[in-house]
């Protein structure tokens, strides 16, 4: 029985393409244009591969993702853009994965069937080659004053005098840059002397403007 995939992507030509090619992979297709497209109930038949394109309008990929985890927790997801940077691990902690559109036919097919057979394909785009860079950026977090220790597309890590509630949601200022983060406190732990606290805050990049974060991070050199 061939597999149901549901694709969601607002450019008829490039909808038209990938189309065929999963077709003739021997998959059946259901193509939709928008974000409001295939959140009717109509298009969201208990498809066993979602894939969206990133941008859609006022949304994108990644909020569709987010949307279908609630109906379809073990979906699997793809999202399909040019913008490699940052994609591959925003995808990431929403439990989907990030497509390069330059992918050949073939591997794309090949890397569709392993995520529908419930295997674990290697990621096409390594978030491994962008670390977290360190850093002394000054910030401001919760009303009290932080230093941002190291700096990735996912996240930052700051030391502070006092540590929040984990999984506290809150804003992160960086003056310096001018720029507030959104996101959650996931971690804190004391620094080895025990005068302050190391915290892990994880970037909602559903909230946070992300192309102008991406510019951020790739523009961090340790300076203060």
């Not at 979906?75 to 853009?81: F, M, N």
């Not at 984990?166 to 804190?188: H, I």
């Not at 992300?210 to 340790?222: A, E, F, K, P």
């Amino acid at each position: 029985m061939p597999s149901r995939i549901l694709l969601v992507e607002p450019d008829p030509v490039a909808s038209a393409v990938i189309e065929q090619v999963l077709v003739e992979g021997g998959h059946q297709v259901t193509a939709v244009p928008s974000f409001e497209a295939a959140s009717m109930p109509s298009a969201r038949v208990n498809p066993d591969l979602l894939i969206a394109a990133v941008r859609l309008g006022r949304y994108n990929g990644l909020h569709l993702a987010i949307r279908f985890r609630a109906g379809h927790p073990g979906l699997p997801i793809i999202v399909i853009g040019d913008d490699e940077v940052g994609l591959a691990a925003e995808a990431m902690q929403l439990r989907a994965r990030f497509v390069p559109r330059s992918i050949p036919p073939g591997q794309f097919l090949e890397y569709i069937d392993q995520l529908i057979a419930g295997r674990a394909p290697r990621d096409l785009v390594s978030t491994r080659r962008w670390p977290r860079r360190p850093a002394t950026l000054s910030a401001h977090m919760a009303k009290d004053i932080a230093r941002v220790v190291d700096i990735g597309y996912g996240g930052l890590r700051l030391e502070c005098a006092r540590p929040p509630a984990d999984g506290e949601g809150m804003d992160v200022s960086l003056p310096s840059v001018g720029m507030v983060v959104k996101g959650v406190l996931r971690w804190a732990q004391p620094t080895p002397d025990k005068h302050s606290w190391l915290c892990g805050f994880e970037v909602d990049t559903l909230a946070t403007d992300t192309r102008q974060w991406r510019r951020v991070v790739d523009s961090v050199r340790g300076e203060s």
